[in-house]
């Protein structure tokens, strides 16, 4: 997706939350996020209309939950490719004797 239409999803998201009466869109968009189970607030409604929000099956249980898969359940970003603490390897050659 371009820069330019995700800004322009940005700001039709925008026309449609922050319009002055109510809006049917509005109430639409908050219906469907009843529907799957999710709180209905700003930024929960934001995340669906961009696309963010997608269902996701729990193999254990096969229960599908619609969530934000960028973010993980605790608040945070999901921290795949980052490394633990953990002291770095030694490398080869330390068990050598010495002559």
């Known amino acids: 997706m371009r820069y330019s239409d995700t800004k322009d999803k940005k700001e039709a998201f925008n026309r449609i939350w922050f319009k002055k009466y109510n809006s049917s869109m509005k109430d639409k968009l908050m219906s469907k996020l009843i529907v799957r189970g999710v709180e209905p607030t700003e930024k ?56």
């Open 44 to 99: 929960n409604a934001f995340e669906y209309w961009m696309g963010y929000i997608r269902p996701v099956i729990d193999n254990r249980t096969g229960k599908v939950d619609h969530v934000n898969a960028r973010w993980s359940k605790y608040g945070g970003k999901n921290k795949k490719n980052e490394k633990k603490n953990t002291k770095p390897r030694r490398m080869g050659g330390y068990n050598k004797k010495k002559n």
